[in-house]
């Protein structure tokens, strides 16, 4: 019987996962299909009991699921209780165990791309939602000297900014006004995008979370969202002279980890990354 992987989220048809993990698993020659589903909030506690039966591995999970799912799962990994999120979940004979791999994701990103190490950095995060989560956990694990969280609603960055202070980093928290980005972006050393601002098939595409005169020249810039692989703030940070990071590179990165988890061997990073960039190029 094949074995099945996926992905959910909704909306759910901006995802490449299914492309560079189903190459992935070509590859290694595994009788399996790796498919995206759009499962929206209602219908997630149904899906989720189907994830038990015994062809499933297990699947990736994306926005607005991130939190959601916890409820309904048996065990979480200590990444992923420290993250407060879970983007992957492993079905172990029935079981379903929470992981977040983003965490992961994001830092091999940084230091494989950019040689950028975040120990003493300051950070502007845009965002407090479920990719947020687990971008600080990789902010207060490399011991950033600073992390200012931005969100329109601000008891959400509230809430999430207590989570870095307890762990010991200076964390503040601010809405998403434009004097308030300002101030917060100009002596920040990474700049990283949480949101869906930008993100393809949504109603904030072509649009930009900060403008290029809010951005300092010397910042990295790493927006998470990879669908455009140039996004609106790829491309105001560009013109703003500041480095810049796409978010698909840390989408291979966390996928590949998953990968790992649920087959328990080494991953094809390097046909995955391939497939992922093909995709977007417009080369497949």
């Given at each position: 019987?094949?074995?099945a992987?996926?992905?959910?989220?909704?909306?759910?048809n901006?995802?490449?996962?299914p492309?560079f993990?189903?190459?992935?698993?070509?590859?290694?020659?595994l009788?399996?299909?790796?498919r995206?589903?759009?499962?929206?909030?209602?219908?997630?506690?149904?899906?989720l009991?189907?994830?038990?039966?015994?062809?499933?591995?297990?699947?990736?999970?994306?926005?607005p699921?991130?939190?959601?799912v916890?409820?309904?799962l048996?065990?979480?990994d200590?990444?992923?209780?420290?993250?407060?999120?879970?983007?992957?979940?492993?079905?172990?004979?029935?079981?379903?165990?929470?992981?977040n791999?983003?965490?992961?994701g994001f830092?091999?990103?940084?230091k494989?791309e950019?040689?950028?190490?975040?120990r003493?950095?300051?950070?502007?995060?845009?965002g407090?939602?479920?990719?947020a989560?687990?971008?600080?956990?990789?902010?207060?694990?490399?011991?950033?000297?600073?992390?200012?969280?931005?969100?329109?609603t601000?008891?959400k960055?509230?809430?999430?900014?207590?989570t870095?202070?307890?762990?010991?980093?200076?964390?503040?928290?601010?809405?998403?006004?434009?004097?308030?980005?300002?101030?917060?972006?100009?002596?920040?050393?990474?700049?990283v995008?949480?949101t869906t601002?930008?993100?393809?098939?949504?109603?904030?595409?072509?649009?930009?979370p900060?403008q290029?005169?809010?951005i300092?020249?010397?910042?990295?810039?790493?927006?998470?969202?990879?669908n455009p692989l140039?996004?609106?703030?790829?491309r105001?940070?560009?013109r703003?002279?500041?480095?810049?990071?796409?978010?698909?590179?840390?989408?291979?990165?966390?996928?590949?980890?998953s990968?790992?988890?649920?087959l328990g061997s080494?991953?094809?990073?390097?046909?995955?990354?391939q497939?992922?960039?093909n995709?977007?190029s417009?080369?497949?």
């Amino acid at each position: 019987m094949p074995v099945a992987l996926g992905i959910i989220g909704y909306p759910i048809n901006h995802s490449i996962s299914p492309i560079f993990q189903q190459a992935a698993l070509d590859h290694i020659g595994l009788h399996a299909a790796y498919r995206a589903s759009e499962v929206p909030p209602e219908r997630l506690a149904g899906f989720l009991k189907t994830l038990r039966e015994e062809k499933y591995l297990g699947i990736n999970v994306t926005v607005p699921h991130k939190v959601a799912v916890i409820p309904y799962l048996d065990e979480m990994d200590p990444t992923a209780t420290a993250a407060g999120a879970v983007n992957t979940i492993l079905n172990l004979n029935g079981k379903l165990i929470g992981h977040n791999t983003d965490t992961y994701g994001f830092l091999q990103g940084l230091k494989i791309e950019r040689r950028f190490e975040c120990r003493d950095k300051r950070v502007l995060v845009l965002g407090a939602g479920g990719a947020a989560r687990g971008v600080l956990q990789a902010l207060i694990q490399e011991r950033v000297i600073e992390c200012v969280i931005a969100n329109r609603t601000l008891h959400k960055a509230e809430r999430l900014a207590a989570t870095g202070l307890q762990m010991g980093i200076d964390c503040k928290s601010i809405g998403m006004a434009w004097e308030e980005l300002s101030l917060a972006a100009v002596n920040a050393d990474l700049i990283v995008n949480c949101t869906t601002i930008g993100m393809a098939h949504t109603l904030n595409e072509g649009d930009s979370p900060l403008q290029p005169q809010q951005i300092p020249p010397g910042a990295l810039v790493y927006d998470l969202v990879y669908n455009p692989l140039v996004t609106p703030l790829i491309r105001a940070a560009a013109r703003a002279g500041a480095d810049t990071l796409g978010g698909i590179h840390m989408l291979v990165y966390q996928g590949a980890a998953s990968f790992e988890l649920w087959l328990g061997s080494e991953a094809p990073v390097e046909v995955m990354m391939q497939a992922a960039v093909n995709t977007m190029s417009g080369d497949d």
